[in-house]
Antibody, heavy 115, light 111 residues
Framework: QVQLRESGPGLVKPSETLSLTCAVS????????WSWIRQSPGKGLQWIGY???????NYNPSLKSRVTMSLDTSRSQVSLTLISVTAADTAVYYC?????????WGQGTLVRVSS | QSVLTQPPSASGAPGQSVTISCSGH????????VYWYQQLPGTAPKLLIY???ERPSGVPDRFSASKSGTSASLAISGLRSDDEADYYC????????????FGGGTRLTVL
């Protein structure tokens, strides 16, 4: 089973850009669709979108205008960029491979949006 | 508001059984496989059920699931204190450009 590890700044200022990276190990980055999922404090899970190694992406319609995902096969990394953040974007952000028996999640990284 | 509807809470005494429901639509539950996750406090969700009723290796058979039409359910028998967690259903939604959707989650309390 693949291992995933998210990394990035824990604090982002309002109106700025949130950027996170997910390192994939123990498996090939070309084998799966890679999703980003977030969870606001005390709230449920929200799927942000996915990317495939072909470059195909699919984003949550509610976030689509602000989200970009990319993938670096040479470094086995998946990236998330979310622009124009507000306090509502404060959440634990997970990198995950969902929708199959090989389901796997990173440990998550907390990002706070605050000035 | 979540696309899939779950009761916010459920409870049961140790040894008892509990069922958590997940209600959706033709575009999601009826048309696609349902997945169930368990999330312990401070941890990432863990897959309990995939493809409507299949258990990954290592998940006890105390956990079972079913689906009928636009609804699905997760049953937990022989409740233990360490079953106390949040449970989420999830699936793909064909109406939302193929989005992955979650239920709002059900907090299970073992009395």
């Amino acid at each position: 089973q693949v291992q995933l590890r998210e990394s990035g700044p824990g604090l982002v200022k309002p109106s700025e850009t949130l950027s996170l990276t997910c390192a994939v190990s123990g498996g090939s980055i070309t084998d799966y669709y890679w999703s980003w999922i977030r969870q606001s404090p005390g709230k449920g899970l929200q799927w942000i979108g996915y990317i495939y190694h072909t470059g195909h992406t699919n984003y949550n319609p509610s976030l689509k205008s602000r989200v970009t995902m990319s993938l670096d096969t040479s470094r086995s990394q998946v990236s998330l960029t979310l622009i124009s953040v507000t306090a509502a974007d404060t959440a634990v952000y997970y990198c995950a491979n969902v929708g199959g028996v090989s389901d796997s999640w990173g440990q998550g990284t907390l990002v706070r949006v605050s000035s | 508001q979540s696309v899939l509807t779950q009761p916010p809470s459920a409870s049961g005494a140790p040894g008892q059984s509990v069922t958590i429901s997940c209600s959706g639509h033709n575009s999601n539950i009826k048309s696609n496989y349902v997945y169930w996750y368990q999330q312990l406090p401070g941890t990432a969700p863990k897959l309990l059920i995939y493809s409507d009723y299949e258990r990954p290796s290592g998940v006890p058979d105390r956990f079972s699931a079913s689906k009928s039409g636009t609804s699905a359910s997760l049953a937990i028998s022989g409740l233990r204190s360490d079953d106390e967690a949040d449970y989420y259903c999830a699936t793909w939604d064909d109406n939302l450009s193929g989005s992955w959707v979650f239920g709002g989650g059900t907090r299970l309390t073992v009395l």
